[in-house]
């Protein structure tokens, strides 16, 4: 049997195999030719999708898509689904099937459900493939060559479900179905069970300085700040050593150690090594690593901030760039959970409210620092007052016949709308209000703030300013009540046709803006103003050039055909309404 290594060889060890250290830095520093891999987590193929898997999805699919609007960036968007473990074999057993027959249907249908929510990802990967096999095994020998494993006995308390053993601070005390004491996961409420068996064990205790200065050197490796904060402590209590193999005699589906045909590779020591695979490790994969961030649920925080780094060092590389955490969704107040029978179907939700619909409300009410509840009402409400009624509208209103006959781009009047320094605190002259040099400025900075609160993990915030700007645009336009100005008046026509102008510019903003999160939506609302596919990058976006003397390429073009309504408004099953806010 192997021995855990004197401190000394061990400490020497570290310093060989350890990456070299990377300099903080206030943004990511993108790979080989601007490069990023956006990840998933992989998702535990025991059951079917709900909606924190869409969740996590939705997070990683909206940051690559708008990291894709800034070419030349190269990107990739890997997702796919965790088939290994103790926990499939026995949900394969109780369903009368077998471990590969269940994560063939289950894996189908996370990709239908991602497929169906417009996720657009490049790379959906399946740990059962002999591709990703190879990778673990190579990854495996890698870890033991460098004296990172040794084989011991270990004891207690295994949580089925999460695939871990469990520290007396993460179990509170509780009575089971019979009413006999048992002891439950904190996290997650599961039953655990004392278990004893002899495996290898990764000296995850030996990087616990080698963590802490990475995260010292990288303040931005784990987002939200409260989620850095909560690995740091982690890293003040004691970092016992890792088991990463069960006895094949309990796990028989799964991985065997290379050469030890006795113990199967721990489920989360094979799944972490999906990020790796998906770029061709052991050969390919420095064309991409370490760019790479994962977007992933504040429940598994701890196997992607300490055990992934760890293990990475270990094997002599680097850890990911950025680890982005977010929190869950409950129902109504309560978790969700089987025996609640309040499990959220996504795929139903998308049927229901739309694919652009569902999208748009879990990424405007998602925050990922705290806990979010769902319910019909509210998504109803958000969903028919900010794109139905507010975006919606505006465009149906600022595109009508009776405002804009000639369904054209309509040219801007300086003399009506000046350009004035320091707008923002002027009066207004000409025809345009103090309150119209406020939405100017506040578009004109919009694509910036949008920029920075992606860069920051805050989405939600971004879909926020978008949605103030959208009522600030609507206001603009009930404020100068356009139908009422008469277009044979040559003084009104031109006015008419800034109004129409600024309104058209703004919509244009948002409508680019929100193609990472409503795709569907912002493609027809892009359309029906003629913006072509070449123009719908972030790079070269302008807001209304015409306000600072420069020639804007819409003015005078033909509007692209009605599509009709932008986005339906919503109904309450059962013929209930729910009030929304006023334009």
Known sequence: MLRPLPPRRLLLLLLRRRPPRRPASTSPGPGPGGRLLLSTPIFYANGPPHIGHLYSALLADALHRHRQLRPPAAGRLCTGTDEHGLKIQQAAAAAGTSPPELCERVSGLFHHALTQADVSFTDFTRTSQPGHRRAVCHFWRTLQDSGMLYKGSYEGWYCTPEESFLSESQLAECKDAQ???????????????????????????????????????????????????????????????????????????????????????????????????????????????????????????KFHAIYWPALLMAAGLAPPERILVHSHWTVRGQKMSKSLGNVIDPLACIERYTVDGFRYFLLRQGVP??????????????????????????????????????????????????????????????????????????????????????????????????????????????????????????????????????????????????????????????????????????????????????????????????????FHRLEVPGGRQVQTEKL
Not at 266 to 272: K, S
Not at 443 to 463: H, R, T
């Open 179 to 301: 009413g006999r004491p048992c002891k439950v996961s904190l996290e997650t409420g599961h039953q655990v069970h004392w278990t004893k068996e002899e495996n290898y064990m990764f000296r995850l205790s030996a990087f616990q300085d080698p963590l802490r200065q990475w995260l010292r050197d990288n303040p931005r490796a784990v987002s939200p700040e409260p989620f850095y904060q909560r690995v740091l402590r982690w890293l003040e209590e004691d970092l016992p050593d890792l088991s990463v193999s069960r006895e094949s005699s309990r796990l028989q589906w799964g991985i065997p150690v290379p050469g030890d045909p006795t113990q199967t590779i721990y489920v989360w020591v094979d799944a972490l090594v999906n990020y790796l695979s998906v770029v061709g490790y052991p050969e390919a994969h420095g064309e991409w690593w370490p760019a790479a961030h994962h977007v992933v649920g504040k429940d598994i925080l």
């Open 369 to 566: 620092e705290r806990d979010c509840d769902y319910y019909d009402e509210k998504v109803i409400k958000l969903v028919n007052s900010e794109l139905a009624d507010a975006l919606g509208g505006l465009l149906n209103r600022s595109t009508a016949p009776s405002i804009n006959p000639g369904n054209t781009y309509p040219r801007f009047s300086e003399s009506c709308f000046p350009k004035i320094p320091g707008s923002g605190e002027a009066k207004g002259v000409g025809r345009a209000s103090a309150e119209d040099y406020e939405l100017v400025a506040a578009v004109a900075a919009l694509p910036l703030q949008v920029a920075g609160y992606f860069e920051g993990f805050q989405i939600y915030k971004s879909l926020e300013c978008i949605a103030l700007c959208v009522r600030q645009t609507n206001s603009f336009f009930q404020r100068h009540r356009p139908w009422k100005l008469n277009r044979k008046d040559p003084t009104e026509r031109l006015w008419l046709d800034t109004i129409i102008h600024v309104t058209l510019e703004c919509l244009r903003v948002y409508g680019t803006l929100l193609q990472p999160v409503i795709p569907r939506a912002a493609d027809k609302l892009l359309s029906r103003l003629a913006v072509g596919p070449e123009e719908r990058g972030l790079s070269g976006l302008t807001f209304l050039p015409r306000y600072d003397g420069k020639p804007c390429p819409f003015e005078g073009r033909q509007l692209g055909p009605d599509t009709g309504v932008l």
